[in-house]
């Protein structure tokens, strides 16, 4: 297990200059943006994958600071009433899967989307109850429309030998762990999860038997390491459904943090040593959002913490047990 960044918030440093920073304090793997919501800074998506030469360029950039690639990012809708800014979205997935296959990258990491509550509506419909009965009938039919695109997924990202890792976030169709299995029953095993705690944390979802129960069925396609804080005294008064402002931090019921200030290191060091039990050893890659910090600030004080949380060597012989 390693510790790998989402490398999104140095986007103004050149790639050259991004990884040289990486590699100086201590991280083994990036998470490259290709398109989406994480953009493409460090990457051309459209030049890699038609230029043999950009791709070298791109190993030997990771290869002259000692760095692999744990998963490309694409986060977007590609289930949206809109069809133009679907089909967008889907490219983005689509090649980010081929590119993921040269670059032999495992993962490809995105959200599941998000469609209207109907065929006729025009935008996105997060439903969180299943009453009145129409909520109910559009819930069905917004999983019939995710079943139908996903499946159709799964076999381009197997034709790739890519895995397919979802974020589990509010305000899209999966957002929870059960969603996350349902979405996988319903296609095959190339979709699993990206785990980012941070959304399960307001969700009042613990964390580490999310992980046992996904982990268990080897749903764990990737990790992001990324914590929040639920500030009480605010969600006792308006619960954690909070549309507030995310710069408007004192008046948040939470906010994302920088690993270690939403929970303390114990609180990690069980989340490695869970991981560890259900089989996964890929990245641990942090992903910054913490406006209460700068980026460069808020990655090192992770990448800190992680390196005395995460096993740098196997297991070894049980001999007490002998």
Known sequence: MDVGVLTVPLGDQSRPDAFEY???IGV???ELGVGGHPGEGHTD???LLESADARESLRNDLAEHDLRVSALATHNNPLHPDEERADEADREIRDAIELAGELDVDAVTCFSGLPAGGPNDEVPNWITAPWPVEHKDAHEYQWEVAEDYWSDVAEH????GVDVAIEMHPNMLVYEPHGMLRLREATDDRIGANFDPSHLYWQGIDVTTAIRLLGERDAIHHVHAKDTKVYEENAREKG???TTDYTDEPNRSWL???VGYGHGEDHWKDIVSTLRMVGYDGALSIEHEDSLTS???GLEKAVDLLQRAVFE???GDAYWAE
């Open 313 to 315: 060597t196997t297991p």
């Open 22 to 24: 990486l590699s100086d």
């Open 28 to 30: 083994g793997a990036v």
């Open 240 to 242: 954690v459904l909070d």
């Open 295 to 297: 980026s460069r600030e």
């Open 157 to 160: 990202a197997d034709d790739h």
């Open 256 to 258: 994302f943090r920088s």
């Open 45 to 47: 998506r459209e030049t």
